[in-house]
């Protein structure tokens, strides 16, 4: 009490340099110091709407040109991605789910009344079964299993649509993870 919530106390250390006469670092900034092991590179994460299927075929539609300059602007860095992971609201199971995949995923076309053509795109991209095993791994040790192994789904269009545009050449290996629409999230 008597504190305000956020205001650090007259005692609390600042993590700036502080010389020391030698080449040590303070503590604080030695703690801040990123690990240099390779498991603990960062990985990048985003939230990518598709909005409407018809993405896929309509070039009046301004997302399809922020998906398509993503790759050449390198939004994610200049080097592509080992793998992706995609969450799709297409895919909703009452436990979790991926979708381990050797060789190519097939192209799943979940909408209907749509242009003849968006029902003949393909997004062949190649799975990422040992990416789908560390999901599975990750989730279950952190208490959301069991998680199923799906070893035939492919890529609904919430995954494929944004795909084909952003990574054209469909070579990057992707697996998909289901959504359980009747959880709530923890606050």
Known sequence: MGQTQ???????KHATRQPLG??????????????????AAAMDTFFLSHGSPTLSIDET???RHFFQSWLPAAVAGSE??????????????????VNVIRGRNDT???FYGFPKSMYKLKYPAPGAPDLAMRTKELLEQGGFGPVKEDR????????????MLMYPDADIPV???????????RS
Not at 80 to 97: F, K, Q
Request: hydrophobic share 30%.
């Open 61 to 63: 539609i301004p997302a």
């Open 175 to 185: 697996c998909q993870l289901s959504v359980q629409t009747d959880r709530q999230g």
């Open 108 to 110: 799943i076309y979940d």
């Open 80 to 97: 592509p991605p080992r793998a992706i992971l995609m969450v799709s609201g297409h895919w909703e199971t009452a436990t979790p789910a």
């Open 6 to 12: 956020g205001r650090p106390k007259s005692h609390a």
């Open 152 to 163: 035939s789904r492919g890529l609904d269009h919430g995954a494929w649509v944004p795909l």
């Open 22 to 39: 030698d080449d040590r670092e303070p503590e604080a900034t030695a703690a801040r110091r990123p690990p240099t092991t390779a498991t």
